[in-house]
């Protein structure tokens, strides 16, 4: 199934080019991309007016005084926490985006963490709360952590919490932004974490990661919140709604698939998997649909030596899947009997003691292609090759 609706949507899917024309191009933040009822402190100064002189004013104060200058912004050294049960936060602007901790910072949030109304991720591996707090610590330095950051269990899962001053500095596009898709080293950083937080690799020799998207309302799906329906059901049942479906590819995992195809030459299809009836509408509405990126064949060791994950055990699994067999070209065993034979015979010892650490019955090609006359017996153990180039049949 997965294969019939990757034919569906392939030619379809943007360019690299595309997406970038999309992508935001944010490596700084300045003062004036800030909300206008955030706080700052200017050190030593006063912005006067002729109805006010203040050296703690909103941001919509100093664009209305003074707009963008640039030499403002050099005396701004902290943000003013509008509680006074919080503590201020120590910065130099414009903050710069384009290193290491942004890049992993954004992974992790745009993947597992909670930016909207809070700054707070809650995920049971420990590695990434490191990173959290590490990426925090790098962008912010000269802060008491201890003082704006938190990290504790909710029903026995980690859950970290910094101050929620954060949400208004730092940006969490959905839409990946252009610095990182068009460096090699950043993607990378960005994918280990991403398949660290989102990703799996599957013992049938899989490699995936999974996210999801909110489907227009006008949709109308039978069933009961919390439902769950997979894609094989609603395109029997459901074939326009299908044909919507394929429209609403969620815009980070393409950035994701871009980003393999284009910086490391990984292949990989897209699917999606289900819809689900959701059982409240606050985060994605009524209906939303899981897709899938899957990397398979070749193309999972190349990951494995590109890519791979942060933590020990993803990465053994990723070691087990990278040792499930490739699946081999259509009359792989019939390609292998060619080079074998001479005179176009070939002796059935020969094909088995070459083809056992390949395949598990290899014997059960012989009896294949003898019964649809590809091949003859033309003595004790010997065949000949009749037709080399068959009509393709799946084996």
């Given at each position: 199934m997965e294969s019939s609706i990757w034919e569906d949507i392939k030619n379809d899917i943007p360019t690299f080019e595309k997406y970038l024309e999309n992508s935001p191009d944010i490596q700084k933040i300045h003062y004036w991309n800030l909300p206008n009822h955030v706080v700052v402190d200017i050190s030593n100064f006063k912005l006067r007016s002729p109805s006010l002189?203040?050296?703690?004013?909103?941001?919509?104060?100093?664009?209305?005084?003074?707009?963008?200058?640039?030499?403002?912004?050099?005396?701004?050294?902290?943000?003013?926490?509008?509680?006074?049960?919080?503590?201020?936060?120590?910065?130099?602007?414009?903050?710069?985006?384009?290193?290491r901790a942004y890049v992993s910072l954004y992974s992790l949030m745009i993947s597992e963490g909670s930016h909207k109304n809070e700054f707070r991720l809650q995920v049971p591996?420990?590695?990434?709360?490191?990173?959290?707090?590490?990426?925090?610590?790098?962008?912010?330095?000269?802060?008491?952590?201890?003082?704006?950051?938190?990290?504790?269990?909710?029903?026995?899962?980690?859950?970290?919490?910094?101050?929620?001053?954060f949400r208004y500095i730092i940006p969490i596009p959905a839409v990946?932004?252009?610095?990182?898709?068009?460096?090699?080293?950043?993607?990378?950083?960005?994918?280990?974490?991403?398949?660290?937080?989102?990703g799996s690799a599957l013992t049938e020799g899989k490699i995936q990661i999974s996210r999801s998207i909110g489907l227009p309302?006008?949709?109308?799906?039978?069933?009961?919140?919390?439902?769950?329906?997979?894609?094989?059901?609603?395109?029997?049942?459901?074939?326009?709604?299908?044909?919507?479906?394929?429209?609403?590819?969620?815009?980070?995992l393409l950035g994701e698939y871009l980003m393999l195809k284009n910086n490391f030459g990984i292949e990989c299809r897209l699917t999606p998997e289900s819809v689900r009836i959701n059982k409240t509408i606050a985060r994605r509405g009524r209906y939303s649909a899981k897709w899938?990126?899957?990397?398979?064949?070749?193309?999972k060791n190349k990951f494995a030596k590109e890519i791979g994950f942060l933590s020990k055990s993803k990465n053994n699994k990723l070691i087990i899947a990278a040792t499930v067999p490739i699946r081999k070209p259509k009359f792989f065993a019939l390609q292998k009997m060619v080079e074998m034979s001479k005179g176009n015979v070939f002796t059935r010892k020969e094909f088995i003691e070459n083809m056992k650490n390949v395949y598990k019955h290899p014997k059960s090609f012989i009896k294949t292609y003898n019964d649809t006359g590809v091949i003859k017996r033309v003595g004790r153990g010997k065949y000949k090759i009749i037709n080399s180039s068959p009509q393709e049949r799946r084996h």
């Amino acid at each position: 199934m997965e294969s019939s609706i990757w034919e569906d949507i392939k030619n379809d899917i943007p360019t690299f080019e595309k997406y970038l024309e999309n992508s935001p191009d944010i490596q700084k933040i300045h003062y004036w991309n800030l909300p206008n009822h955030v706080v700052v402190d200017i050190s030593n100064f006063k912005l006067r007016s002729p109805s006010l002189s203040v050296n703690k004013p909103t941001i919509k104060t100093i664009k209305k005084l003074v707009g963008k200058n640039s030499k403002i912004e050099k005396k701004i050294i902290k943000i003013v926490n509008s509680s006074m049960k919080r503590f201020d936060l120590n910065m130099n602007l414009p903050l710069k985006l384009n290193n290491r901790a942004y890049v992993s910072l954004y992974s992790l949030m745009i993947s597992e963490g909670s930016h909207k109304n809070e700054f707070r991720l809650q995920v049971p591996e420990k590695e990434l709360h490191q990173i959290f707090l590490s990426s925090l610590e790098n962008l912010f330095p000269n802060n008491d952590f201890s003082k704006i950051y938190s990290i504790n269990t909710d029903n026995g899962v980690l859950r970290s919490t910094a101050s929620s001053i954060f949400r208004y500095i730092i940006p969490i596009p959905a839409v990946i932004p252009k610095f990182i898709l068009k460096s090699k080293e950043f993607s990378r950083i960005y994918l280990r974490i991403a398949f660290e937080a989102e990703g799996s690799a599957l013992t049938e020799g899989k490699i995936q990661i999974s996210r999801s998207i909110g489907l227009p309302k006008e949709l109308k799906i039978i069933g009961a919140p919390g439902d769950r329906i997979y894609m094989g059901k609603i395109k029997e049942k459901y074939p326009k709604i299908y044909l919507q479906i394929l429209k609403h590819l969620p815009s980070t995992l393409l950035g994701e698939y871009l980003m393999l195809k284009n910086n490391f030459g990984i292949e990989c299809r897209l699917t999606p998997e289900s819809v689900r009836i959701n059982k409240t509408i606050a985060r994605r509405g009524r209906y939303s649909a899981k897709w899938k990126l899957i990397i398979t064949s070749i193309n999972k060791n190349k990951f494995a030596k590109e890519i791979g994950f942060l933590s020990k055990s993803k990465n053994n699994k990723l070691i087990i899947a990278a040792t499930v067999p490739i699946r081999k070209p259509k009359f792989f065993a019939l390609q292998k009997m060619v080079e074998m034979s001479k005179g176009n015979v070939f002796t059935r010892k020969e094909f088995i003691e070459n083809m056992k650490n390949v395949y598990k019955h290899p014997k059960s090609f012989i009896k294949t292609y003898n019964d649809t006359g590809v091949i003859k017996r033309v003595g004790r153990g010997k065949y000949k090759i009749i037709n080399s180039s068959p009509q393709e049949r799946r084996h």
